[in-house]
């Protein structure tokens, strides 16, 4: 697909949060989550909404695109959590952006964590079949709600909040192109992390017990990392086969900010050397999907992504799926 990236801007809140301030406020030794996270600190929402950070962060890659507000004609959110559950949150965004009614079109894909890859290449396929010239794709998220503080505080302080955004338009021969994608599922680890309530799973009027006990997110840390060790590395190898790249061929690998220990973790599994990642998530914690574009806007505002570089983005998500973007930019 023959698509470029013209724009990319992130935000994040005002409040910045560090792990020993975490300590402190738990009762906890210091050091104590750092040490079990590798997050030193992340930026967590106070006064923002989700849809203020979403439009920030439109904001900024639409100026760094050159690409005025009205000239958008598609707009898709990519969250791992909505703002709510109906409507999608992308029609709020465009609204709150200053699109006029019927401008464009505006919706959700939900991936989880992979819901910017996912958003990404619907945007991609649309433009490429010519239903529209500039799409605006955004993750916002506010991963600071619904987190399992007394129960697995050291699951609790991975997250942290944030946005990040990008326009794509038709690139020209040359220019950039989405060399492959792929998307593999193995649901058998379904339950392996989740947030149960505020969907049709469990009736407020009926379970309110059940509603609320799965309200707060949990994860089984150990079952994702059977899954991924047993798995991740053969989809890695087909994604860059279908691609046509060879390792060494890839010029940077941003991928989604699980943990720090994570991305060690997958750089040994895959082969790729640290200093070919972006790492940023001792920093800003994981901002579930809207951790591999916010990584990206760093990356380009620091000259990683030079024109005809080799990126692929690499991700998991809950379901569990793995995702990635094989893209010449």
């Not at 079952?223 to 087909?238: I, K, M, P, Q």
């Amino acid at each position: 697909m023959r698509i470029k990236i013209v724009g990319t801007g992130r935000a994040v809140p005002a409040q910045c949060l560090t792990s020993s301030s975490l300590d402190e406020r738990l009762g906890l030794g210091q050091g104590q989550l750092e040490a079990a996270t590798g997050v030193v600190e992340r930026y967590v929402c106070e006064t923002e909404s989700q849809v203020d950070l979403a439009c920030a962060a439109a904001r900024l890659a639409l100026a760094d695109a050159e690409v005025e507000p009205g000239a958008v004609d598609l707009v898709i959110g990519g969250c791992g959590v909505p703002y709510q559950p109906l409507p999608s949150t992308a029609p709020l965004v465009m609204q709150r952006l200053g699109l006029a009614d019927g401008s464009a079109a505006a919706f959700d894909v939900n991936s989880t964590c992979l819901g910017f890859l996912t958003a990404f290449e619907t945007a991609a396929r649309m433009i490429e079949a010519g239903q529209c010239q500039t799409a605006l794709v955004f993750s916002s998220e506010v991963a600071s709600r619904a987190l399992p503080w007394k129960e697995q505080p050291e699951i609790a302080a991975l997250f942290g909040d944030g946005a990040a955004a990008a326009v794509l338009r038709k690139s020209a021969s040359g220019e950039g192109e989405v060399a492959a994608t792929l998307m593999r599922t193995f649901p058998s680890a379904y339950d392996a992390c989740g947030i149960g309530a505020g969907g049709t799973r469990f009736d407020f009027h009926h379970q309110p017990e059940e509603f609320s006990r799965h309200a707060l997110f949990h994860m089984n840390g150990k079952e994702l990392f059977r899954v991924t060790s047993r798995h991740f590395n053969g989809f890695v190898g087909e994604l860059l086969r279908r691609a046509g790249w060879q390792p060494g061929d890839v010029d940077l690998v941003v991928p989604h900010q699980a943990s720090p220990f994570a991305l060690a973790h997958m750089a040994r599994q895959t082969g790729f050397a640290m200093e070919r990642l972006v790492d940023i998530a001792a920093h800003y914690g994981n901002q579930i999907a809207a951790s591999i574009p916010f990584a990206l806007d760093i990356a380009r505002k620091q000259g990683r992504v030079e024109p005809g570089a080799r990126v692929l983005f690499l991700g998991t998500s809950a379901g569990v799926s793995f995702g990635g973007m094989a893209l010449v930019a």
